[in-house]
C-alpha cells in the first residue's frame, strides 16, 4: 500500500462500476476528482471514500452531454483544482430504451460513443502535453458482435473500442497509454435480476480494471474468461449467426 | 418465499421506488433476521448498495451512515479512532437500519438501553415517498414508531448515531458457576453495577433442582494499559467455513450434553477470569463463516422471551425452562441476559431476564413453543419479534398490550393505504 501518491479522474463516478473503482483507487492511496450529472449522489460517494480510506476527494458537476473542443472545456476546469493527473477512467454508458426510435438510437450513440470519443480525444491530448499517463475506457462485450437484442448499445460500444484502438495506436510513442475495458455481466443495476451464473461482483470488476491499467493492459475482459466467450461467437459463421436468437 | 426486489443505488431513488411500486413493500439489510421480518410476496427494497458513510465526526463519535451501513463496517472506521458501539448485538453483520428496525439489544442492556437510545436523528423515507426527519426530540410518535417498528413506517434512509469511547480492544472476563437458575439470577442482579457487560449460558441439560444452572459470565472494557492497542483490534478471518452440506446429526442431544459439560470444566468455585478481544468477545458465531448450516437444511427456530424482573422472575423461568425439559425438545444453545425498560412502541426488553434459545425447525416444536408463549402471556412476559416466525397475531396483541394498539393507529396514520408490509405483517396483523 506504500504507493507515491497518484491522482485519478473518474468520469460517472456515479454509476455503478464507477463508484467501485474510486473505492479501489482510495484504497490505493490515489487522490481523486470524481466527475457525474448527481451533486448530491457525488456528495456522498465522496464522504464515504474519506471516512472509510482517508482519501483526498474533488468532485466536480459534469455532464457528458456537453463536451466541447473550445477553450475553457471541463479539463481545464479539472486541471485548475487538481493539477495534473496520472489516470482517468471514462465510465458514461447507457443501454437506453428497448425503443428504436429516432430519440432513443441518438441518445445511446450520443452517450456511449460521441461524447465519449471527444472527451477521448481532449484527454490524451492532454496528457501528452503534459507528463503522460493513462486513460481506461470502459466499452462492453456487446460491442465485439452485434445481436438482435442490444445491436444499438452494441455498435456505439464497438465504435469506442475502435476509436480507443485507433487513439492507443496514435498516442502510443508520445506517452500516453489507453486501454479497453470489455465488461461481461457485473452486478449492477444493467444486471440486476438477470438470472446468470455469470454475474461478477463489481468489487472485483473494479480491483481487475485497476490492477490492469497500471500494468498497462491494451484491452482486458472482466472478467478474464469472456475473451474466450467472445472469441467463440465472433467465429460463428455470419450463415448461422443470422438465423440464432442472440 | 420468492420476493420481487428493488436494489437503489442512489438515494434519490428510494422515494420513487417507495411512491410508484403498486404492492406492498418491506425494506431488507442484510437479510439476518431469523424470521419472517424482511421478506414479503409483494416485494422487498434492498439497501444493499446504499451503504455509505455521510459524516463523521471522530472529536465528538457521532457517526451518520445510510441504513445499508453494517454494524462491522461501523466498527471497522470507529475502532481505530477509539469508538465502540454502545449497543452490539450478537452478529456484526447487520445493518444500521436494522438495528434499529428491530431496536436491537446487547450485553449490556440493563446499563446502556437499546439501539434507539443512541440514535440522535432519522431520516425516513414515509410511504408515501417523503423524507422525514425525526428523533426523540423532533415527530418524535414516528421516531419511536420506528425504533422497534419492523419496518412498517418505512425506509430508513440515513441514520446518526452516539458512539462510545473505548481505550483498548480488549475486555476482562470473569466466569462462576451458577447451580440453578436463581443464583443465576442472583448473579446478575448482584454484578448489574459493576459491569459493562453480563451474559449467562444455561445448561440445558441440569435437571431438577439444578435446573437453570450454567455459567455466568461478566466483562468490562480494558483501560489503554492492560489491554489490546486500538490499532490492532482487526480480527483474523473466518478461518473455518461451515460446509454447505453439514451433516445435521452431528449436532444432537449427546453431543451438545458433552459441549455444555466440557464449557464448565476448568471454572472453579471462585471463577476464572481471562482477557479476550472484541470480537471473540461480542462475535463468537461469526467467527465460523456460514455458522448457520450446522442445522442442517432444515434451519432451525430461534425463540428469545422476557420475564418481567420481579420476586417471580427466577420461578418465570424456572417453569418455561421446565415446560422445555419436560418436552422432547432441546435447544444448542440457551443465552441469558438483564433488561433494563426500553423506550419505542414496540421494543422487545422490560425489565427483567431475557433467555434465547435455538430449536432445530420441525412442526412438533410449535407446540412447545405456543405453550410457552402462553405462558408468557400470563406472567407479563414477551417475545422478541425480530426473531419470531411463527407467532399467532393474539398472542403479540397481549404481549406487547396497548403499546401495540397505539403502534397500530400510529402506522394507519402514516400509511394509510398499507404501502409497507412484510410476511411477518401479514402474520401478526399490523395493518388491521
Known amino acids: 500500500m506504500n504507493e507515491p501518491m497518484k491522482k485519478a479522474l473518474v468520469i460517472a463516478a456515479t454509476s455503478s462500476l464507477g463508484a467501485a473503482i474510486c473505492a479501489v483507487l482510495a484504497r490505493r492511496n490515489y487522490s481523486l476528482f470524481l466527475t457525474g450529472r448527481d451533486v448530491t449522489e457525488l456528495e456522498i460517494i465522496a464522504a464515504d471514500l474519506r471516512i472509510r480510506h482517508n482519501a483526498n476527494v474533488l468532485i466536480g458537476k459534469f455532464d457528458l452531454a ?38 432513443n438510437i441518438e441518445q445511446v450513440v450520443k452517450v456511449n460513443y460521441l461524447q465519449p470519443l471527444k472527451l477521448l480525444e ?106 474466450y466467450i467472445m472469441l467463440i461467437i465472433i467465429l460463428i459463421p455470419e450463415k448461422i449467426f443470422k438465423r440464432m436468437k442472440l | 418465499m420468492e420476493c420481487p426486489v428493488y436494489r437503489p443505488e442512489k438515494e434519490r431513488e428510494v422515494p420513487v421506488v417507495m411512491a410508484s411500486h403498486g404492492s406492498a413493500l418491506v425494506a431488507r439489510g442484510m437479510g439476518r433476521s431469523y424470521g419472517d421480518a424482511s421478506l414479503n410476496s409483494g416485494g422487498i427494497i434492498s439497501s444493499e448498495r446504499l451503504n455509505r458513510f455521510i459524516e463523521f465526526d471522530a472529536e465528538k463519535g457521532v457517526i451518520t451512515a445510510e441504513g445499508g451501513v453494517s454494524l462491522a463496517e461501523i466498527l471497522d472506521i470507529a475502532v481505530v479512532k477509539g469508538w465502540f458501539l454502545p449497543v452490539v448485538p450478537g452478529t456484526k453483520y447487520a445493518s444500521l437500519g436494522g438495528a434499529i428496525a428491530c431496536n436491537i439489544h446487547g450485553k449490556n442492556h440493563y446499563a446502556k438501553g437499546d439501539f434507539a437510545e443512541y440514535v440522535l436523528h432519522l431520516k425516513l ?32 434512509e440515513r441514520a446518526t448515531l452516539q458512539l462510545i469511547p473505548i481505550e483498548s480492544a480488549s475486555l476482562g472476563c470473569w466466569r462462576v458457576k451458577a447451580e440453578n437458575i436463581e443464583e443465576m439470577v442472583a448473579l446478575f442482579r448482584e454484578n448489574a453495577t459493576n459491569s459493562d457487560y453480563m451474559i449467562g449460558w444455561i445448561d440445558h441439560f441440569a435437571r431438577g433442582k439444578n435446573l437453570g444452572a450454567g455459567i455466568f459470565e461478566k466483562s468490562n472494557h480494558c483501560k489503554l494499559t492492560d489491554g489490546l492497542p486500538l490499532g490492532k483490534y482487526r480480527e483474523k478471518p473466518p478461518s473455518f467455513s461451515v460446509p454447505k452440506f453439514f451433516p445435521a446429526f452431528t449436532l444432537n442431544k449427546y453431543s451438545m450434553a458433552l459441549y455444555n459439560r466440557a464449557r464448565f470444566c476448568g471454572i472453579g468455585k471462585k471463577g476464572a477470569t481471562m482477557k479476550r478481544n472484541f470480537f471473540e468477545f461480542f462475535h463468537p458465531l461469526d467467527a465460523l463463516k456460514n455458522w448457520n448450516r450446522m442445522y442442517g ?136
Not at chain 2, 403479540?396 to 405483517?425: C, H, L, V
Request: hydrophobic share 40%.
Open chain 1, 66 to 103: 456537453y463536451v466541447t473542443f473550445s477553450a475553457g472545456n471541463f479539463l481545464e476546469d479539472v486541471e485548475e483544482k487538481f493539477g495534473s493527473f496520472d489516470a482517468a477512467f471514462l465510465l458514461a454508458g447507457d443501454m437506453g430504451t428497448a425503443a428504436h426510435d429516432e430519440k
Open chain 1, 122 to 227: 481532449l484527454l490524451a491530448e492532454k496528457m501528452a502535453a503534459g507528463r503522460g499517463g493513462s486513460v481506461a475506457v470502459i466499452s462492453s462485450i456487446a460491442g465485439d458482435r452485434g445481436r438482435q437484442s442490444n445491436y444499438v448499445y452494441g455498435s456505439a460500444k464497438a465504435g469506442l473500442a475502435a476509436s480507443a484502438s485507433g487513439l492507443r495506436n496514435k498516442f502510443s510513442r508520445r506517452g500516453v497509454h489507453i486501454m479497453t475495458v470489455k465488461p461481461g455481466f457485473i452486478d449492477t443495476p444493467m444486471t440486476y435480476g438477470m438470472q446468470s451464473p455469470l454475474i461478477y461482483s463489481r468489487e472485483k470488476a473494479a480491483e481487475t480494471i485497476v490492477k490492469a491499467l497500471r500494468r498497462k493492459k491494451d484491452v482486458v475482459y472482466v472478467p478474464f474468461f469472456w475473451r
Open chain 2, 125 to 156: 423515507c414515509l410511504p408515501n415517498g417523503e423524507s422525514l426527519d425525526c428523533s426523540a426530540a423532533k415527530n418524535a410518535e414516528i421516531f419511536w414508531a420506528t425504533c422497534g417498528g419492523m419496518g412498517m413506517t418505512g425506509y430508513i
Open chain 2, 297 to 432: 437444511n432444515n434451519g432451525f427456530f430461534q425463540y428469545q422471551f422476557i420475564v418481567p424482573e420481579g420476586k417471580n422472575a427466577a420461578i418465570d423461568m424456572r417453569n418455561i425452562l421446565q415446560l422445555i425439559q419436560d418436552s422432547e425438545h432441546f435447544s444448542f444453545l440457551a443465552v441469558i441476559k438483564y433488561h433494563r425498560g426500553g423506550k419505542g412502541l414496540m421494543t422487545f426488553p422490560i425489565a427483567g431476564f431475557s433467555i434465547a434459545l435455538d430449536f432445530p425447525a420441525g412442526e412438533k416444536i410449535l407446540g412447545l413453543l405456543d405453550k410457552i408463549d402462553e405462558e408468557l402471556c400470563r406472567t407479563g412476559g414477551r417475545i422478541y419479534l425480530a426473531k419470531d416466525a411463527r407467532a399467532k397475531p393474539g398472542t403479540i396483541e397481549k404481549m406487547y398490550g396497548k403499546n401495540f394498539r397505539e403502534w397500530k393507529k400510529i402506522i394507519k396514520e402514516i400509511d394509510p393505504q398499507n404501502k409497507m408490509d412484510s410476511a411477518m405483517g401479514k402474520r401478526l396483523g399490523f395493518h388491521e
